[in-house]
């Protein structure tokens, strides 16, 4: 069965960068888009982008662009989302995604999330 | 962006009600549209998908129908397990969701 198993909470500063991990299993990794979604505290759910992880080629939403770099490695099955110059509303659950379906874009597997916040 | 404004924000009901929520996206999106059920703490779950696909699992009594840029989610009897917040998602073009709808008991 598919699992995304994200790595654990984070705390940081504001200025400083997380990476957040999220290792895949029971599917081929390079056959389907990686999505990033993060959700702030009691608001709505915020799609960051997504990488391919068979070519590595990203597409990110305007808003993180500049901030936000996603990246994988195929050898261990894990995608990589880092966000860099952190502000504390950037104080959220970040989520890995799935595609449900090879040409799709709604997201049918979801990581259970991980907690990073900014303070100081 | 085409973006998408789902109402109400938040609604009351009571188990074996009725309910209906809406997705307008701000031009048409060929049916392009997925909505999740989120309850607290959890990780958002796929309900369904192309506007009216039952995701595999999900019970009958969701439903969803729509054309154009006006999507609905219906549940037909609300069961206690139904109570969550609920998004759609536009995946027409780049990803968007919608704001939300917390679903809770009356």
């Known amino acids: 069965q598919v699992q995304l198993v994200q790595s654990g909470a984070e705390v940081k500063k504001p200025g400083a960068s997380v990476k957040v991990s999220c290792k895949a299993s029971g599917y081929t990794f390079t056959g389907y888009y990686m999505h990033w979604v993060r959700q702030a505290p009691g608001q709505g759910l915020e799609w960051m982008g997504w990488i391919n992880p068979n070519s590595g080629g990203t597409n990110y939403a305007q808003k993180f662009q500049g901030r936000v770099t996603m990246t994988r490695d195929t050898s261990i099955s894990t995608a990589y989302m880092e966000l860099s110059r952190l502000r504390s509303d950037d104080t959220a659950v970040y989520y890995c995604?799935?595609?449900?379906?090879?040409?799709?874009?709604?997201?049918?597997?979801w990581g259970q999330g991980t907690l990073v916040t900014v303070s100081s | 962006d085409i973006q998408m404004t789902q109402s109400p924000s938040s609604l009351s009901a009571s188990v074996g009600d009725r309910v209906t929520i809406t997705c307008r996206a701000s031009q048409g999106i060929s049916n392009s549209l997925a909505w999740y059920q989120q309850k607290p703490g959890k990780a958002p779950k796929l309900l369904l998908y192309a506007a009216s696909r039952l995701e595999s699992g999900v019970p009958s009594r969701f439903s969803g129908s729509g054309s154009g840029t006006d999507y609905t989610l219906t549940i037909s009897s609300l069961q206690p397990e139904d109570f969550a917040t609920y998004y759609c998602?536009?995946?027409?073009?780049?990803?968007?969701f919608g704001q939300g709808t917390k679903l809770e008991i009356k």
């Open positions: 998602q536009q995946y027409y073009s780049t990803p968007f």
């Open positions: 995604a799935r595609a449900k379906t090879t040409v799709t874009t709604f997201l049918g597997y």
